[in-house]
């Protein structure tokens, strides 16, 4: 239409109508390219405002999640702006005993890291400064003594190094916080005591140990391991001690092998946070799965439904003496359970009925066969 209106008015006016319509095109074709960048403009001004917005929000939310939590990020002590340090030489002078103990271990040792340049190291970094005690010829109200400190103020000193770290960051959601159990229930900061080699009925009865009874040798324990955790833990003596157990006596396991001692979100503060049973498939890997055709309880509640992990007088450490026991607590009428009930052809009278892990061989799942045959 617009064509047409054109073309009738260079007709009128006696003007060659191609010329006419090149000139209207032009000018048809700038009025557009006016009207783009305004509407351009709008585009990218509203998608770098929805972008700022997000930004404002994502830190105020960070913000806020930090002061929920109750602490941030913690970071070593800063070089001091004052006076008030006195060194690690001064606390010698008075103190030799601990600081021959304590220069060869990681904690004397950090002022060689690069990392640590300019930060608070030695006796300092975690009982504060020292002149105060010096110069009150050793008062010992003027100074951090951990004596004096109850077991959550001690792991928040300790906390203020050691956090940030995936084995430490859930201590306070743990089982030992929750108790009054702090850092140095378990660990020397000042490193382990002498060994002590008088007979205790927790010990390795064999040469693989890779720790001696009552010696530590790696994370700054006050003792072996399993005889620290024992100590608590008592009940756990027994159960390892039974005729079939995982090897921790024998040194060849730790409990840290399986438990987080620093907390974690799953039962029993069992390691890794993929379930409860990670801990068990990490070693037993040809269990893990995924199988075509599941064992419900391995799924639904896991492999301490059917194994005792500390120890059993089962084989396999089963918690049943025979095998036929723990598969008719599912399959049977006698509960409800979902599971199906035994066939009437096994007659358990007959001894070949007896053991049903001869013919359902793959018991923790198959790929193969919907009746665990293979």
């Known amino acids: 239409m617009a064509t047409r209106m054109v073309t009738a008015m260079c007709d009128a006016n006696h003007i060659p109508r191609n010329h006419c319509r090149i000139t209207y095109l032009l000018k048809r074709s700038h009025s557009n390219k006016s009207t783009m960048p305004f509407s351009a403009r709008q585009i990218k001004l509203s998608s770098l405002a929805l972008v700022t917005l997000s930004l404002v929000v994502w830190l105020a939310f960070g913000a806020v999640s930090e002061h929920a939590s109750g602490f941030a990020q913690p970071s070593p002590t800063p070089a001091p702006a004052n006076d008030n340090y006195v060194g690690t030489e001064t606390c010698a002078a008075c103190h030799e005993a601990q600081f021959k103990s304590f220069e060869g271990t990681k904690h004397g040792q950090l002022h060689s890291l690069e990392s640590w340049k300019g930060k608070v190291v030695g006796c300092e970094a975690c009982h504060g400064p020292g002149k105060e005690h010096v110069d009150s010829s050793g008062d010992k109200m003027k100074i951090r003594s951990f004596k004096r400190m109850d077991s959550k103020a001690i792991a928040d000193t300790c906390l203020a190094c050691h956090a940030g770290k995936e084995n430490h960051n859930n201590f306070r ?191 923790h799942g198959s790929n193969s066969s919907a009746t665990f045959f293979r």
């Open 173 to 363: 959601r743990g089982e030992h916080w929750r108790n009054n159990v702090g850092c140095t229930e378990c660990h020397s900061a000042h490193g382990p005591e002498p060994p002590n080699f008088r007979s205790s009925s927790i010990t390795f009865p064999a040469n693989v140990a890779h720790q001696k009874p009552g010696q530590a040798t790696r994370a700054m324990l006050r003792s072996n391991e399993p005889q620290l955790c024992m100590s608590c833990h008592t009940e756990t003596k027994a159960q390892f001690s039974k005729p079939f157990h995982h090897k921790v006596l024998e040194g060849t396991m730790n409990c840290s092998d399986c438990h987080n001692p620093h907390g974690g979100f799953e039962q029993k503060q069992a390691k890794l946070a993929v379930g409860a049973d990670a801990a068990c498939i990490k070693c037993h890997s040809n269990k893990a799965g995924p199988f075509v055709f599941e064992h419900a309880p391995l799924k639904v509640e896991g492999c301490s439904a059917c194994h005792t992990p500390h120890g059993s007088a089962n084989p396999k450490m089963l918690k049943r003496s025979s095998v036929r026991q723990l598969c008719f607590e599912c399959h049977s009428s006698i509960t409800e359970q979902s599971a199906p009930d035994v066939p009437s052809f096994h007659n358990q009278a007959v001894l070949r009925y007896q053991n049903c892990t001869i013919c359902h061989a793959a018991i």
